[in-house]
């Protein structure tokens, strides 16, 4: 007698309808955790820097950090998506390693870069020149040893990822829209990033911001004074407003802080005043 073997047997079981959904919603997660990652990282590390910057008479220098924040956001964004679909814990590990240690060089090395293209771009006298030079001091390992503890905080995030974000999925709205469960499940451990990413040494651009701000506070110091010994206000504050005693008819008015040079080192800036008074 013919007898027939169950169908069943051979049938694969397909993904339902909500698991395809749910795995859609898991990925985007982690797309949105690599994106709040990216901009802790960027706020961390940039925004006491950039309101420093802003208190100064230069003109635009933020073109490399722009450039820089926008490469961390989208790499993070980028890291976060693929982790979260792959999701195996230890390609996810290998994946954040990999991005914190570029980060952690770009950081250092990308502003200098987007800052001469913005000059190039602006002042055809400056093509192709380097204006801003890596420093001959510092080699690239340097911003990864000096990063350990942002490099540690990303390997934690890393290792928890897929618990937190089988935590946020849980918590989003019947519709899949983030709830502010889900988004403070996110946001806060990236805090933790923004901590590490302020503590990451700045080995790159303190001489020239540092420069500028010397070069401001004294022609400021200077004009303000009231006195008639700018030689002993100079000893009472420990500022050498003195310098400039000879100059001060001509350092009236607007004027704009431009980099001048820094030597190989890293280490000597010098600050050029262009003043619209013409002096």
């Given at each position: 007698?013919?007898s027939?073997?169950?169908?069943?047997?051979?049938?694969?079981?397909?993904?339902?309808?909500?698991?395809?959904?749910?795995?859609?919603?898991?990925?985007?997660?982690?797309?949105?955790?690599?994106?709040?990652?990216?901009?802790?990282?960027?706020?961390?590390?940039?925004?006491?820097?950039?309101?420093?910057?802003?208190?100064?008479?230069?003109?635009?220098?933020?073109?490399?950090i722009?450039?820089?924040?926008?490469?961390?956001?989208?790499?993070?964004?980028?890291?976060?998506?693929?982790?979260?679909?792959?999701?195996?814990?230890?390609?996810?590990?290998?994946?954040?390693?990999?991005?914190?240690?570029?980060?952690?060089?770009?950081l250092?090395?990308?502003?200098?870069?987007?800052?001469?293209?913005?000059?190039?771009?602006?002042?055809?006298?400056?093509?192709?020149?380097?204006?801003?030079?890596?420093?001959?001091?510092?080699?690239?390992?340097?911003?990864?040893?000096?990063?350990?503890?942002?490099?540690?905080?990303?390997?934690?995030?890393?290792?928890?990822?897929?618990?937190?974000?089988?935590?946020?999925?849980?918590?989003?709205?019947?519709?899949?829209?983030?709830?502010?469960?889900?988004?403070?499940?996110?946001?806060?451990?990236?805090?933790?990033?923004?901590?590490?990413?302020?503590?990451?040494?700045?080995?790159?651009?303190?001489?020239?911001?540092?420069?500028?701000?010397?070069?401001?506070?004294?022609?400021?110091?200077?004009?303000?004074?009231?006195?008639?010994?700018?030689?002993?206000?100079?000893?009472?504050?420990?500022?050498?407003?003195?310098?400039?005693?000879?100059?001060?008819?001509?350092?009236?008015?607007?004027?704009t802080?431009?980099?001048?040079?820094?030597?190989?080192?890293?280490?000597s800036?010098?600050?050029?005043?262009?003043?619209?008074?013409?002096?």
């Amino acid at each position: 007698m013919a007898s027939t073997e169950p169908v069943t047997d051979h049938l694969l079981a397909l993904p339902s309808q909500d698991d395809s959904s749910k795995r859609a919603s898991y990925i985007k997660l982690g797309a949105g955790n690599g994106l709040l990652i990216g901009l802790a990282v960027v706020t961390g590390f940039w925004l006491l820097k950039v309101i420093a910057l802003s208190r100064l008479p230069v003109d635009f220098p933020y073109a490399g950090i722009i450039i820089n924040a926008v490469f961390i956001v989208a790499i993070c964004t980028l890291t976060g998506w693929l982790t979260s679909r792959v999701n195996k814990t230890w390609l996810t590990l290998l994946l954040w390693l990999g991005t914190a240690v570029i980060i952690t060089i770009s950081l250092g090395g990308m502003p200098l870069i987007g800052q001469n293209w913005f000059i190039w771009l602006t002042d055809a006298r400056f093509r192709g020149l380097p204006v801003y030079e890596w420093p001959e001091r510092i080699l690239w390992w340097y911003f990864v040893v000096g990063s350990f503890l942002f490099l540690f905080i990303m390997l934690g995030l890393a290792l928890l990822q897929d618990y937190r974000l089988e935590r946020a999925q849980l918590e989003l709205k019947g519709n899949g829209r983030w709830s502010i469960r889900t988004f403070l499940i996110l946001f806060l451990p990236s805090l933790l990033v923004a901590l590490g990413a302020y503590a990451i040494p700045d080995l790159m651009h303190n001489a020239a911001r540092e420069g500028l701000a010397f070069a401001q506070q004294g022609i400021e110091g200077s004009r303000s004074y009231t006195g008639d010994d700018l030689f002993g206000y100079s000893l009472e504050t420990g500022f050498n407003y003195s310098a400039l005693e000879g100059v001060l008819p001509e350092i009236e008015g607007p004027y704009t802080l431009i980099p001048g040079e820094m030597d190989a080192a890293g280490s000597s800036f010098t600050a050029v005043a262009h003043f619209d008074n013409g002096a």
